[in-house]
């Protein structure tokens, strides 16, 4: 996981004090950057799990990051993780 040197704006945490959201980002930044979490790792199926305020984006699923650069490109991931 990755750390950043961004001011936030609000954060989410789940019972156990881990940043969590289920229904949008768990970080949002004072720069419109975010980032969505579940039970304190990086994870979104429909989008990249951070987006930055530079238009840079990074999908996650389950905490690990995912090398690729489109939303299609981790839908076409996804469906091959189904025959793996």
Not at 1 to 15: F, V
Not at 29 to 38: A, E, Q, R, T, V
């Amino acid at each position: 996981m990755r750390i950043y040197n961004l001011t936030h704006k609000h954060e989410h945490y789940d019972n156990h004090g881990l940043l969590h959201k289920e229904d949008g980002p768990a970080m949002i930044f004072k720069d419109g950057s975010n980032c969505y979490l579940i039970h304190g790792e990086f994870h979104r199926l429909d989008g990249p799990a951070c987006e930055y305020s530079n238009g840079y984006k990074e999908w996650y699923l389950n905490g690990k990051q995912i090398p690729v650069s489109s939303q299609e490109e981790f839908e076409r991931y996804l469906k091959l993780l189904v025959f793996i």
